[in-house]
């Protein structure tokens, strides 16, 4: 169902873009962006009455489209994850996901490059174990806030706390993941 959305969302958001704007090297119209990096993650989990932390650290991506309302302000699809592997017993190590799956929002403080930079996102949080068999993905609610520099046009390095919290009531499974990401991205405008 989740992978569903997203794909009807990112359609959608294509369809209706429109190509008179786009890949003009204007922050106004259409855009797509890429990004990977580095974060590190604090999960803290309880199962019934056991709780338990873990601090980690691994890649982050960051993926975003949308369009430039103005020169200085974009509205934006954003999934941005943090990844890293744990030892889940002595002989298995997983990887795990936590992400953002929502509607972000940019103000630049200037309106070409060079130019400061500040974000917000709200959305669907996730996490998961998206190459294990038999996963059990959880769903919550996420946000996220951060800084960034565009040092010229389409390149910048951007810096975000990203909060996710997801719940299972059937197994009593809460979760709070908090990663700090640092993040070099391009944006194809």
């Given at each position: 169902?989740?992978?569903?959305?997203?794909?009807?969302?990112?359609?959608?958001?294509?369809?209706?873009?429109?190509?008179?704007?786009?890949?003009?090297?204007?922050?106004?119209?259409f855009f797509i962006g890429?990004?990977?990096?580095?974060?590190?993650?604090?999960?803290?989990a309880t199962v019934g009455a056991e709780s338990f932390s873990e601090s980690d650290a691994g890649v982050s991506t960051s993926f975003k489209v949308g369009g430039g309302i103005t020169d200085q302000f974009a509205l934006y699809y954003v999934r941005n994850a943090s990844w890293y592997s744990a030892d889940v017993s002595l002989n298995q190590s997983l990887?795990?996901?936590?992400g953002i799956s929502g509607i972000g929002a940019t103000y630049y403080l200037q309106p070409t490059a060079p130019s400061a930079y500040v974000l917000a996102a709200v959305g669907l949080g996730d996490y998961s174990t998206p190459f294990a068999q038999n996963a059990n993905d959880e769903y919550g609610s996420a946000t996220m806030f951060g800084a960034g520099y565009e040092f010229s046009n389409h390149r910048m390095i951007e810096a975000t706390m990203l909060f996710v919290d997801v719940e299972d009531d059937s197994s009593r499974y809460q979760s709070s993941q908090n990663s700090f990401q640092i993040t070099l991205n391009h944006l194809w405008y």
């Open positions: 169902m989740f992978k569903s959305v997203q794909a009807v969302l990112v359609t959608a958001l294509l369809a209706v873009s429109g190509t008179a704007n786009a890949f003009d090297d204007n922050r106004t119209g890429l990004g990977v990096g580095f974060q590190g993650i604090q999960d803290q990887v795990f996901a936590s």
